[in-house]
């Protein structure tokens, strides 16, 4: 996706917020202000020269690492300024205002270093195909689903990085859901100075050759954006543009979506990628450790892969703490220290995502049995945890609908009835989706 500076600046400042707090936040950056972007250096102002010097010596190299990380520009600084805004170098001129950013794009991402298996040979080759060749009426557009971790962003990250690399005469957006909905409610905001307008909004979407939307499920309940995003499509599909969306879920599992973009989803082609096989798992690690430069005997990476099941992700966390542990301590990589180094990081990962865990941490929060959560009663007060339940396995594992009604002695459609009944109380009682956010957060600590 390229970025306008401010439009950096802004989407920096809404992750410092959340890993600052509200009440830091608002203490020391809620005043902050984009001012300008020259050779590399973000200028931002805030109303007092005590905010400004606090801000430069705690948060400058956060707020650095937050800007680089955004832009994906690794060369990127920040000065803050006291100075009023009509004293200083002013606004973006016309020139500046064409320095954009290529955003979020790992440049490992490419297509080259995805390991390719049965589980998702058929979405590479799909993938590879719309970045060879744009706007195939049988691959426009393009949906990619599967579980946390398994390879999706890597996907169409590698689209984006092949169309960057070998066609600079066309352009791509590349954002998630989420990104774009914060972005599309700045451009509604009237008379904001640092803020896009709504047509400038769109036509960043509308000038591209290639619009690619990671974790669309985001966009449920979300009418207006919706609505949007379905002429947004509708103007770039006519135009013989490709549109490339990723998504936890299939197509017909994302109600509350709107039902006419469940329909366009399904319109093209819907590809999924499963977990790696153990073939799979160890051509990961084998290329992880290579990139590491780090040397096992067979039989440690036999047990990994065979440890490591669920995703791609965890596979390349537990080398990383292989190599953590290697620069720090200096340890022999025997199977015993592999072992003890990696039993606690999986086996907290593997109690706190299963079923059995997530059905005790509901009735835990909800004060019942456990055991009442896979029985027949339908009382509210035990079927509205079940169903809260059913909602967090889909969310938080890689588990099908048949595998989590299974646990709870349902079929498939009652987990999806579940499911759906979830998301429409959460956008119905803000009370009720905090309560589930606390418990998605506290499962996931």
């Not at 990139?291 to 669920?310: C, G, H, P, R």
């Not at 025997?334 to 509901?362: D, F, K, M, Q, W």
Request: aromatic letters at 10%; proline letters at 3%.
């Amino acid at each position: 996706m390229l970025f306008l500076p401010e439009d950096v600046f802004d989407l920096c400042l809404d992750r410092a917020k959340k890993l600052m707090g509200s009440e830091i936040y608002n203490s020391w950056l809620s005043t902050a202000s984009f001012r300008s972007f020259n050779n590399g250096v973000f200028t931002i102002g805030l109303d007092s020269e005590i905010r400004a010097n606090f801000v430069t010596h705690n948060y400058k190299v956060k707020l650095e690492e937050l800007l680089r990380e955004v832009s994906g520009d690794t060369d990127v600084s920040v000065i803050f300024t006291h100075v009023p805004e009509t004293l200083s170098v002013g606004r973006m001129n016309n020139s500046s205002r064409h320095e954009l950013f290529s955003n979020f794009l790992k440049p490992g991402y490419v297509f080259d270093r995805f390991i390719q298996g049965p589980n998702n040979r058929l979405a590479f080759a799909t993938a590879q195909s719309v970045a060879y060749e744009m706007g195939q009426s049988s691959t426009n557009p393009l949906f990619i689903y599967g579980g946390v971790g398994l390879g999706k962003t890597h996907l169409v990250q590698a689209v984006a990085n092949h169309i960057k690399t070998n066609h600079p005469d066309k352009t791509f957006c590349y954002i998630s859901s989420e990104e774009f909905l914060t972005m599309f409610l700045r451009a509604m905001i009237p008379n904001k100075n640092n803020f896009m307008a709504l047509e400038s909004f769109k036509d960043r979407f509308r000038n591209s050759h290639y619009l690619i939307m990671d974790d669309v499920q985001f966009l449920s309940n979300k009418e207006t954006t919706q609505d949007l995003f379905f002429h947004l499509f509708n103007d770039l599909y006519l135009r013989g543009r490709q549109i490339i969306v990723t998504s936890d879920r299939p197509p017909h599992e994302l109600e509350p979506l709107a039902e006419r973009l469940i329909s366009r989803f399904q319109s093209g082609m819907v590809v999924d990628i499963k977990p790696p096989v153990l073939e799979t798992r160890l051509a990961i690690l084998n290329q992880k450790l290579r990139d590491e430069n780090i040397v096992l005997d067979k039989d440690i990476i036999f047990y990994l892969a065979e440890t490591v099941k669920s995703n791609v992700r965890q596979l390349e966390g537990a080398v990383n703490l292989i190599a953590a542990n290697i620069r720090i301590q200096n340890i022999d990589l025997t199977l015993e220290n592999v072992r003890s180094i990696t039993t606690e990081y999986l086996g907290a990962s593997s109690r706190r995502l299963n079923p059995a865990s997530i059905t005790s941490s509901v009735a835990e929060f909800f004060s019942v049995n456990p055991n009442t959560l896979k029985g027949k009663q339908r009382k509210r007060e035990i079927l509205v945890p079940r169903q809260i339940s059913m909602y967090l396995m889909r969310d938080l594992t890689n588990l099908s609908l048949e595998e989590i009604g299974s646990f709870f002695g349902r079929d498939h459609s009652t987990v999806l009835n579940a499911i759906k009944r979830i998301n429409s109380m959460m956008a119905d009682d803000t009370f009720f989706k905090r309560k589930i956010i606390d418990l998605r957060e506290s499962l996931l600590v």
